[in-house]
């Protein structure tokens, strides 16, 4: 059938399931737009392009689907840069589609030309430029498949718009075959054997559980692997809820930023069970310290993580899914009781020092630990949880119990100030059913708070929750610590009064200044119809950990 290339993109989109959007119109991707309105995909206009990247990637890892965004040619198609770095350094699964100038006057610097192919290229998964439109049906098909096999990651289709209008032949969607393209997904049986020896051999294993355990829905299986032979477990960032935050072997989140029980775990272990984690170095610190005593195994299905940072004693390359559902043919019954009870101790301990910390008494300022602590007793973690980046990342990721599977939402590789709010836009707007919680600092928020007209426009149910210490924390606490307390440029002034911001927008919120206002006033922005923003005074000095 022939049409026009915008009516096979959306046709193509269409077959691939896509429900949803997220971009901004331009004249560059202007006759896609013509074609998307009367379509059956609903278009969600953000207010900026990297708004609308996040966003796909909130609703990728919300519901396990391919996210799309899209973008005109030049400033437009630039502002996604950061948003599929950000994808491709988490391993998200999104498309984002730019309209390009003209094929004959590509490379003349005409008006809002650039080229963003050779500038996405080092951090896409891969990317196009469709030069003829007999091409575009292909790859289309091609760029689901690369986004969504492997190791997932944001790919690019860049349109130039003479192959929007021009006249174009749709292929019916079939699984592509790319040569030199081919993901390994099942373990070699002769490193299976050998974890399961290692695991048997071994009085001190610990698992350590990347962000591949929740891309490739594994945490069924690490679960029984865990509760079948006693093996404790950490997380990386991105490896949050890989198995519920509240299960007794779970230590918590390892690393600079992590719980002391993980990283002494890790650091006392003689086995050491690495699964779809990169073992960059927010996780190991100086890696000629980490795990010095165990034996390692690295399970990833990117050969290319596999000894990159860490010497690497058993290789295995595979789905964590699939792996572990062949391991378990392997594995001998051998409780480390011992070893659990060690840690169980140790996590004890832990718990007694945290609930120190997470004080509650009124004071100047409101314990933000306490907010996460009491937030998670509210949810009881039935909730999405996005994060921004800073100080509120590393209080959620320790203080919030994660108890499913992809609900905790945040920029990881890249540590992307201005994630989190569009991130839970897409988010809720791909899993409606749940509720969708934001934690933000004061800084992140001004980087995409914009995004509440988005929130507006399309009655999206979101709970802001603002830690406002009128400082970029992360940074003020560096310099504190590595430099003597010469403070510079951390100090936010000239921030808006954000509930009366949120008002302007026509969205309700309050602003809490005791500990003991904290479970009402969470309460009521839990129970409230639609969005509802919680600003929390924070102490300044208040430290990460």
């Not at 937030?375 to 980046?389: F, H, N, P």
């Not at 709970?463 to 010469?486: A, C, D, S, W």
Request: proline share 4%.
């Amino acid at each position: 059938m022939t049409m026009t290339g915008a009516q096979v993109l959306v046709k193509a989109l269409e077959d691939h399931g896509v429900t949803t959007i997220f971009g901004y119109p331009g004249a560059a991707n202007a006759p896609i737009y013509d074609v998307l309105a009367g379509s059956k995909i609903r278009h969600i206009l953000t207010r900026h392009e990297q708004g609308a990247a996040h966003a796909a990637s909130g609703y990728a890892r919300a519901t396990g689907e391919v996210g799309v965004c899209m973008a005109t040619s030049g400033p437009g198609a630039t502002n996604l840069i950061t948003g599929i770095a950000t994808a491709y350094m988490d391993s998200i699964p999104i498309i984002a589609i730019t309209g390009q100038v003209s094929t004959e006057v590509i490379g003349r610097d005409v008006f809002q030309e650039v080229d963003i192919t050779g500038a996405t290229a080092p951090f896409c998964k891969h990317n196009y430029l469709v030069k003829n439109s007999k091409d575009l049906s292909r790859i289309i098909h091609e760029a689901f498949h690369i986004a969504s096999t492997g190791r997932p990651g944001p790919v690019l289709i860049d349109m130039p718009i003479d192959i929007q209008l021009g006249e174009a032949e749709y292929d019916e969607h079939k699984e592509p075959d790319i040569r030199g393209y081919k993901p390994t997904y099942k373990g070699h049986a002769l490193q299976l054997k050998r974890i399961a020896e290692a695991i048997a051999q071994s009085s001190r294993p610990v698992i350590c559980a990347g962000g591949g355990v929740i891309s490739s829905a594994a945490s069924d299986e690490l679960l029984e692997l865990v509760e079948k032979v006693g093996i404790p477990v950490t997380s990386t960032l991105m490896g949050i809820g890989s198995i519920p935050g509240d299960h007794p072997l779970f230590l918590g989140m390892l690393g600079s930023h992590g719980v002391s029980t993980a990283n002494q775990a890790v650091n006392k272990a003689d086995l050491l069970i690495i699964m779809g984690a990169r073992a960059a170095d927010r996780a190991t610190g100086n890696t000629d310290k980490f795990a010095k005593q165990a034996k390692i195994i690295h399970i990833d299905i990117d050969p290319a993580e596999i000894g990159k940072n860490l010497g690497t004693h058993i290789p295995i390359v595979g789905d964590i899914k699939i792996v572990l559902q062949q391991l378990k043919k392997y594995l001998v019954s051998d409780y480390k009781k011992e070893w659990v009870d060690t840690v169980t101790e140790w996590k004890n301990k832990q718990l007694l020092k945290n609930a120190d910390s997470i004080n509650a008494d009124d004071g100047a300022y409101v314990n933000p630990k306490y907010v996460l602590s009491v937030l998670s007793d509210l949810t009881k973690g039935d909730a999405i949880l996005t994060t921004e980046v800073g100080q509120n990342q590393i209080w959620a990721a320790n203080h919030y119990r994660t108890i499913y599977p992809g609900s905790f939402i945040t920029s990881g590789g890249l540590g992307t100030m201005g994630y989190g709010l569009p991130a839970a836009i897409g988010a809720k707007i791909g899993r409606p059913d749940k509720t969708v919680i934001v934690v933000s600092g004061d800084g992140s928020f001004q980087m995409s708070m914009q995004e509440l007209a988005t929130i507006k426009q399309w009655n999206v149910d979101i709970k802001i929750i603002l830690f406002n210490n009128e400082r970029l924390g992360m940074v003020r606490e560096l310099q504190k610590i590595k430099y003597k307390g010469k403070y510079f440029a951390v100090t936010l002034e000239g921030s808006p009064d954000f509930i009366k911001l949120a008002a302007a927008y026509g969205l309700p919120g309050e602003k809490v200044t005791k500990n003991s206002e904290v479970r009402n006033a969470l309460s009521r922005a839990l129970q409230n119809k639609g969005t509802y923003i919680v600003e929390f005074t924070v102490d300044p000095e208040e430290s990460t950990l």
